[in-house]
């Protein structure tokens, strides 16, 4: 039976990805408390795991520079991708529930 751990480079260039996506998201999204900035963060941290080679994969054959990546430039160009992408729509739904009312009493 195969082992199902990840090499070890590879897990490395997903969670620089991750945490590259949380950070630049953080640049142009800022959060309206620590409570929200955490969750974001977690949030984009861990789709990036999670969803970062599919992601890598489908925007490199969208591209079309599926030939010119290697392997790990997939994965952290998906991983940061799929953080930023977690932290944008978390942002937006935030700012919804205030306009609506339903966000967090302060």
């Known amino acids: 039976m195969q082992s199902m751990d990840p090499e070890p480079a590879m897990l490395a260039a997903r969670i620089a990805g991750a ?3 949380a950070l630049v998201s953080l640049a142009y999204m800022m959060p309206k408390g620590a409570r929200e900035a955490a969750a974001r963060a977690i949030a984009g941290i861990v789709s990036g795991l999670v969803f970062g080679a599919p992601a890598g994969v489908a925007l490199a054959q969208w591209m079309g520079v ?15 991708a799929a953080s930023m992408t977690a932290w944008w729509v978390l942002g937006a739904l935030a700012r919804i529930a205030d306009r609506t009312g339903r966000g967090p009493k302060v």
């Open 19 to 21: 945490v590259a996506g």
């Open 66 to 80: 599926s030939g010119l990546l290697s392997p790990s430039e997939t994965l952290l160009t998906g991983s940061a």
